[in-house]
């Protein structure tokens, strides 16, 4: 199997020193690269698995970075920095990053979180149904598309797993703790916001469309999908 392609962003030298050892030690393919302008230039370019980006970086910052990369591209984004501010996390997650960890940081753990989005990407893939329709909504995990009324929606990975699971499950009401276990694993490290941010995501993604389902918020409990009649 081709050795997954990881880039990290990062002006400390010592975090890709770090990261590298870890992630070869796990047959990851690591590229480095110690500025923002330097990511966008290196991923409209270069196909990558995943993508390690620090937000904390002298002149283009990296949530600006996320911003630009889900212009072209939905490659999963792990946000790093050495803020804990619960703002920046969410706003790392409404910009588009599949997961977001505070410096100091476990190695082990970063590696961890890296290969649950890839092993999740990869049983996407391997789904016996990798296609399924609801009213006029259809999601293919094949090739990670999803269609709204005829129109291609691009989504990224975290939002057309979670879209996914909630669609094979429709009118079923899942709790924002079980689908944090469902859609992001049982040991995310994580907190229920970020159900809340993808969600929000995915509805005003829906707002420009002519749509007869809803992803419908349930007082005290969380979330269904519900074909409107």
């Not at 002149?59 to 490659?75: A, M, N, Y």
Request: glycine share 6%; net charge negative.
């Amino acid at each position: 199997m081709k050795a997954k392609k990881i880039l990290i962003c990062d002006d400390d030298r010592l975090t890709h020193e770090i990261l590298s050892v870890y992630l070869n030690a796990e047959e990851l393919r690591c590229h480095s690269v110690f500025n923002g302008r330097a990511a966008l230039e290196k991923i409209a370019n270069e196909a990558f698995d995943l993508v390690i980006l620090d937000i904390m970086m002298p002149g283009l910052l990296g949530t600006d970075v996320c911003r630009e990369i889900r212009k072209f591209s939905e490659v999963p984004i792990i946000m790093i920095s050495a803020k804990d501010d619960e703002i920046d996390r969410i706003l790392g997650l409404e910009l588009g990053a599949d997961d977001y960890i505070v410096k100091p940081f476990s190695p082990r753990e970063v590696v961890l979180r890296i290969k649950k989005i890839l092993t999740r990407l990869e049983s996407g893939k391997n789904l016996v149904s990798k296609r399924i329709q609801q009213a006029d909504l259809i999601i293919d995990l094949d090739q990670y598309v999803l269609k709204v009324s005829g129109d291609t929606i691009e989504c990224t990975p975290k939002e057309l797993e979670l879209l996914y699971y909630l669609v094979k499950n429709t009118g079923k009401v899942f709790s924002r703790e079980q689908l944090l276990s469902e859609v992001w694993g049982y040991d995310y490290f994580g907190d229920t916001r970020a159900v809340d941010t993808q969600i929000k995501r995915l509805r005003k993604k829906m707002e420009q469309t002519n749509h007869a389902f809803e992803i419908k918020s349930v007082y005290g409990i969380g979330y269904k999908f519900e074909v409107l009649q």
